[in-house]
């Protein structure tokens, strides 16, 4: 590897910290063959979320006697109860099902994080008191919670319904962390680096931080499982804006409403459904593969 | 074959299959031991010497392979049987009633939740030994007084209520109850401090020769080695650079790597002004360097140690060299 | 002869207290009243086996722990008492390399980082970061310094670590190290070249250094021409002198038997070392709380030489006849056999 020994700063500088970002975040997952295969399929979600409902005509008109078709060249994954196009529902469900499931995970991680790094890291009364917040936050039942929250707050938009979501979201994981931090707080480098007096929050974010990401994605893959059931129930009762396309809405609607899970015939409704959820979440889990990979250079097996 | 060697190992060849490849941890490994002698394998960590003792007794870990060579053992009977070909029901026969090994860091070898004695129980149990309670009680309790614990006290204790040099003895005995043939050791001072160590080489001493039992351990401390061995075989990079008896290995060493050795050990006696560090970093056993395995660090290497990995030379009677300045 | 005491241990004990249900509770002294000086520019070796308190002195000196009673005193101010602003000042002068060093280096950051990090943090006015760098690397060995930039600690060998650790602890430029048995976990034929460069870095820029090590012969070998050694012993300095005193001709019959017990490479020597051990040595298991319990000498359960006095009373660290710095704390001391290896090479 060529070094500049050139003083001063120069226009090197700057792509020589691209490719740094590049080597240490983004080429450990194109590398493992699993998160490889994580991202493009959640890529695809995402093209699918934002492009799809452009490609892919829905009709909403129920026509009774299209109902429960088999998948054929027409109809891709055949029709449900109403006639209406499965595979139309699920391209124009895409985006919802993501922003419901990414947003509120995000709220919550992030939040999760810093309660919990600080809880771990912070010594005294100060770490106690977090730590009882945290507490209190995880012995409240999240899911009756977020139902009075939406009771409360009627009609909001989907960011703020996502927050709220989050807040019964945290807690769990939060602690998790602090146990970990406060594990990794006695190890030996960090009282190297405590020796040598690096800041706080450099010890917090450059030395303990990389340890806990691959944990930190695990609780990020758990929360976004979640988020699909939770953000299916409340629609569902009313309390987010109902989009008959979410996924968990369209199952809600196959398994109860419908009866098709009895029905041979129809199996095909629930089951692609059911098919596209699970997806996701192998995406999500493939990718946290590589993940770990960036944050545990150990497991690289290319350097 | 020889019929004084109880045990010959011949061109034995051991890797490890990982993520990135091979690491070659044994390579081509030629040592014959004499019946009631004491060998010593010496290397370091990394060396390949524990993969050694593991290929012999077939005991490599799932991702180990042993890619070649034989090792023959001689049986009371006088008939020789190749440990790496026979079955594996006759290999457990085998094993601790003629070959007993006593594994590395003795913290976990002993079951926390169980008395000494129950150990000694459950061996015998295993095996397929009918003896009555108190011929085990009465063996065990004379082999750890051997060893200069009181056997009857260590028998009723649990596990932690043993210090790690007691435990280290407690297993030896274990090792011993069906009077094997030979006893193999791995790394057997490693953990414990410089008295208890003391204490322990003494130990081994003696049961060596009360019992008259071949010894065969496999430490990266030379000078323990050169206190008990009769034998010493070099490891270094997975394959063995020296052999010979202690005395001509030590006192004479040929090999640039056994030399250098000698030369950069921390003493408590000798002149301190001749200690001379090594320069260089341990070899990949990955990716190991072309030719001799320690020609990077080697003072006196030559254009042919980097293309070609020298074979073992004879430069005396029983002193092997593998090395390209003893080319006859 | 350097005199400048740079830092100095007054009166420091450790103790735990190990609190029993219906039975009287009885201290356990990790360290035991020490009074130690470290003078500046020395190179100090500490030896002593495992639950002697080595570690345990190390970390306190280091201002890593605190004492449960006593000074650690640092060019003349008691960091005990100092406010943690006070202290943060003084920080820097005085560092300490841990003995483990897969967990002393953090696995997640490159090997420029690793220094890097300490640099921006110490240095103002760094022209080029990758120079230092790299020029730190050349100081402990690791060469050629810009091919480890972006490889891991992983890519370093245990040897290739501990100089990491060095070259990493002598960035905030401290005027004292304390290593902390940073041989004990790396292969033989790497320790010399470890310990001959830090001999080069006391000898080159006149830092102090504390080895603390179990092994006589690293400490033979570190404090030789100039240095001292001492000796504990549960929690207490039983011997401390130069090395051709304390190992040339050793007062307390512990150190004694520390040296007869060191494996040394003639099998011949070694089994003459071996018959001497019990006359310095009375082989025997004894709990540890047993131990604690005397109010005399630690050694007295395995000591030969051992009387009444030795039971109750506890030894002092006095001088050795006309040297006044070589020290023993044995009620015997002068009264041993002559030491039988004076005449070894």
Redesign the interface.
Known sequence: ????????RNKGDGRKKLKKVY?TYVRPVLMNRKSLLGLIILTGFFIMGIFGPLIVPLNMESDISKRFLPPSKEHILGTDYFGIDIFAQIVHGTWSVLVLAFLPSIFAILMAVSIGITAGYLKGIFGRVVNGIIDVFMTVPSFPAMLLMAAIFKNVSIVFAAFLMSIWMWAGPAKMIRARVYSIRS???V???E?????KP?IIF??IT??LMPYIFMQFVNMIKYSVGASQGLMFLGLLKFNPCHWGAMLNIAVTQTGSIYLPFAIHYPLSIIFFIVLMLIGCTLLSYGVEEI????LR?Y? | MNDSKILRIENLSAIYLV??GSIKAAVDINLDMEEGSITAIVGESASGKSTILEAMTRSLPPNGRIIGGNVYYRRNNGDYVNLMEIKEEELRKLRWSEIALVPQAVQNALNPTIRVFDHFVDTVEDHGYNWKIKEIWDKASNLLDMMGLDGDRVLRSFPHELSGGMRQRTLIALSLLFDPRILILDEPTSALDVLTQARLIRVLDEIHSKLKITMIFVTHDLPVAAELADYMGVIYGGNLMERGRTEDVIGDPKHPYTKALVSSLMLVVGSVEKIKPIPGEPPSLLNPPKGCVFHPRCPFKMDRCSKESPPLFKVDEDHYVRCWLYEE | MKNEIVMSLKNVSKVFVKRRFFKKSFPFYALENIDLNVLKGERLSIIGESGSGKTTLARIA?G?DVPTEGAVIWFGEDITKLKSREF?KL??KV??I?Q?PY???????TIF?VLA??LK??EDNI??L??RV?ELLKSVGIVPP??F????P?HLSGGGLQRL?IA??L??KPEIILADEIVSMIDMSFRAAIVKLLIELNERTGITIVMISHDIGVARYFSHNGGRIAVMLRGRIVEIGSPESVIGNPMHPYTRSLILASPVADKKLAIMKRELLPKYNIQKEVWESEIMRISGCRYAFFCPFVDDKCWTEKPKLLKVGEDSEHRVACHKAGKLPTWELESVE
Request: no cysteine; charged share 35%.
């Open positions: 590897m060529e070094v500049s020994m050139e003083k001063g080597t190890m030996e480098f009282e190297a680096a020796l040598l007096e690096m800041p450099h450059k030395e990389p340890h944050f545990n250079p150990k097996t350097e | 993520r990135e | 280091a890593l943060r920080r820097p560092q300490y841990h483990n967990a002393s280096i953090n696995p997640s950051r980082d990090d300490p943090r110490h022209e080029s990758e120079e790299a810009e091919f930039f972006n490889k891991y992983r650790a990493r602890a960035i905030p």
